[in-house]
């Protein structure tokens, strides 16, 4: 056995190395906490930056379809080529589009030619968290 003098020097080391380990313990369940929280809103953000694309590409084709000299059928988002709400449609709930276009004659001698620039900005809302995406096209025809 250790003489008693030894055992009275060691007397509440323990305590010290037991409380280290806690708040070393507690720090690294913060620091992963905090990173999984981080890791959960890049996921959010993610995932309704899709459905922002998304819609602002369907008022890419909304404004193609109104603008270009095609018969196509158009979708039930097209009712205004310049504005719609996905309500009521699956996955692009509280989203919306904006578009607009511009178009300009261009004449090359005889060749007579429209150029459209087409951009649309989709855009979703879940709580506080708003996200949104623009879309860019430009044609000629």
């Known amino acids: 056995m250790y003489p008693k003098h030894q055992r009275a020097q060691q007397r509440g080391s323990m305590l010290v190395m037991a409380l280290f380990v806690i708040v070393v313990l507690a720090f690294l369940g913060l620091s992963l906490n905090k990173i999984l929280a981080s890791s959960a809103d890049a996921i959010v953000h993610e ?3 899709q459905r922002a694309l998304n819609a602002a590409k369907a008022g890419i084709e909304c404004q193609i379809a109104a603008n270009l ?8 988002y097209c009712s205004s080529p310049t504005n719609f709400s996905f309500n009521t449609l699956a996955g692009l709930e509280n989203c919306h589009y904006t578009s607009s276009s ?3 004659v261009i004449r090359d001698g005889i060749l007579i030619q429209t150029y459209y620039q087409i951009s649309s900005t989709g855009q979703c809302v879940v709580g506080d968290i708003v996200v949104s995406r623009t879309v860019y096209v430009d044609l000629m025809l």
């Open 47 to 49: 995932v309704l930056g």
């Open 69 to 76: 000299p095609i018969s196509a059928a158009t979708a039930p």
């Open 102 to 104: 511009n178009s300009k």
